[in-house]
């Protein structure tokens, strides 16, 4: 079955650099993504890494895969306090379902 | 602004009332979706129409009915309600069933409280 797993809580300080992690269990997942939510607002997509990749950088993102473990990280350098939100990491089959299994989210605070 | 717009954003409900939430996309997309996100549990997905047509029902109570008149607008209709169906409401919309690069576009929510 599907299944996607992360840590609840993190919390950093300003400046310093966050990794959110997540493990998913269907292998045959194509896509993952990160969302991001902030208080009283729908999810943003942040990022997404297709299955044949190892890392996908996009200005203070970095996604690493770990195809063979099924880990996922988020990597956020210069973390802001405008980056405290909670974060989820979702996968997508390559058959089956039609949309997104999310995980639980994690949430991030950076405090000053 | 994601061009995903749902409304209302709070609703409280008894649970006998009968109420609709509306969610509309501006974005051109052919795939609607209905999502419940509540403390406890991650988001689930509870509806998703392709083209107007229902392609997934991930065995929702039939106390949640989902309408989809066109691909720009989705609707839950919602009637006896329990308590534990108080969370928050996810639409979101696609520019063909997700996957790949056509990921998914999430509107605001509609926070629902059953009394």
């Known amino acids: 079955g599907e299944d996607v797993e992360q840590s609840l809580f993190l919390s950093v300080r300003e400046g310093d650099s966050s990794v959110i992690n997540c493990t998913y269990t269907?292998?045959?997942?194509?896509?993952l993504y990160w969302y991001k939510q902030e208080p009283g607002a729908g999810l943003q997509l942040l990022t997404y890494i297709f299955s044949n990749m190892d890392m996908k950088q996009d200005q203070r993102l970095t996604v690493l895969l770990n195809k063979k473990d099924k880990h996922l990280s988020l990597r956020i350098a210069d973390t802001q306090t405008g980056d405290s939100a909670i974060y989820f990491c979702?996968?997508?089959?390559?058959?089956?379902?039609?949309?997104?299994?999310f995980g639980s989210g994690t949430r991030l605070q950076v405090q000053p | 602004e994601t061009g995903v717009t749902q409304t209302p954003r709070h609703l409280v409900m008894g649970m006998t009332n009968k109420k609709s939430l509306k969610c509309e996309q501006h974005?051109?997309?052919?795939?609607m979706y209905w999502y419940k996100q509540s403390a406890k549990k991650p988001l689930e997905l509870m509806f998703v129409?392709?083209?107007?047509?229902?392609?997934e029902n991930n065995s929702v109570p039939s106390r949640f009915s989902p309408e989809c008149p066109n691909s720009s607008h989705l609707f839950l209709h919602l009637h006896t309600l329990q308590p534990e169906d108080s969370a928050l409401y996810l639409c979101?919309?696609?520019?063909?069933?997700?996957?790949?690069?056509?990921?998914?576009?999430f509107g605001p929510g509609t926070r629902l409280t059953v009394l």
């Open positions: 979101a919309s696609s520019r063909q069933l997700a996957g790949g690069t056509d990921t998914q576009y």
């Open positions: 269907d292998s045959s997942s194509t896509y």
């Open positions: 979702a996968e997508i089959p390559y058959t089956g379902r039609r949309a997104l299994t």
């Open positions: 974005l051109g997309h052919n795939a």
């Open positions: 129409y392709s083209l107007e047509e229902r392609v």
